[in-house]
């Protein structure tokens, strides 16, 4: 049985390849040391049957994501386009990764400028660094999510003369990517875009990250006040 489903995630692998073209990252699937299935692919949704209750869980990463599965109750296996609501760039800076300092603040050396830009993440607000633990998860994260070279979007300038935009690696926005995973505040004050504030409900509701306990540092422009 474990074989056969070896060769049915392989083909799967390969069928992904060739049908998600756009994507940035070849679907894998390898075997762990305690036989799990180590399956790295985009957009996979698996509908599976335990007994008289099915339920469906979608796999939206750019990394490895480990998870077991009764392979006995597989009842379908469907690749899916991009629904995470990131909409890709059309006009963007390509750059390379020099350091990430925080969850909103990275450096980058890019094409069309010989000096480093210090770029601020827009439309959020992650924990300062001294905001123990909850700044060094943010930006952790981020650094996760980040590959050596990410596309910028800049969008305006603040006070101190960073770049404000957004930035993309691996054709996710880390900005909503961020706040999804509930490591980032929406910046009321800064951000125009809806998208953010919806991403930031469902991570409260959710009660992810910095929404499982309340704090300053769900409102970081408030700590740096103090």
């Known amino acids: ?39 790295t692919i985009p957009y996979l949704e698996f509908e599976t049957v335990k007994g008289k209750q099915a339920f469906r869980a979608k796999l939206y990463s750019s990394t490895v994501t480990m998870f077991e599965v009764d392979f006995e109750s597989v009842q379908s296996v469907v ?3 991009n629904d995470s609501g990131d909409e890709l760039p059309t006009a963007f800076v390509e750059c390379e990764v020099v350091s990430i300092y925080d969850g909103d603040t990275m450096t980058l050396l890019c094409s069309e400028n010989s000096e480093k830009t210090k770029v601020r993440l827009y439309c959020i607000d992650t924990p300062e660094m001294d905001q123990i633990a909850w700044g060094t998860e943010a930006r952790d994260h981020l650094r996760s999510l980040t590959g050596k070279t990410v596309k910028l979007v800049e969008i305006d300038e603040d006070i101190y003369g960073r770049t404000v935009g957004e930035v ?59």
């Open 79 to 81: 690749l899916q386009e």
């Open 168 to 226: 993309y690696s691996n054709n996710i926005n880390l900005n909503l990517a961020q706040v999804k995973a509930g490591k980032a505040a929406v910046y009321d004050a800064f951000c125009e875009k809806p998208d953010y504030k919806a991403a930031e409900q469902e991570a409260k509701e959710a009660q992810l990250g910095i929404w499982a306990e309340p704090g300053l540092h769900q409102t970081p422009w408030e700590w740096r006040k103090q």
């Open 1 to 39: 049985m474990i074989n056969e489903m070896k060769k049915i995630f392989t083909s799967l692998a390969l069928c992904a390849f060739i049908s998600i073209s756009y994507a940035d990252e070849v679907p894998t699937l390898t075997v762990d040391d305690e036989g799990h299935f180590v399956l």
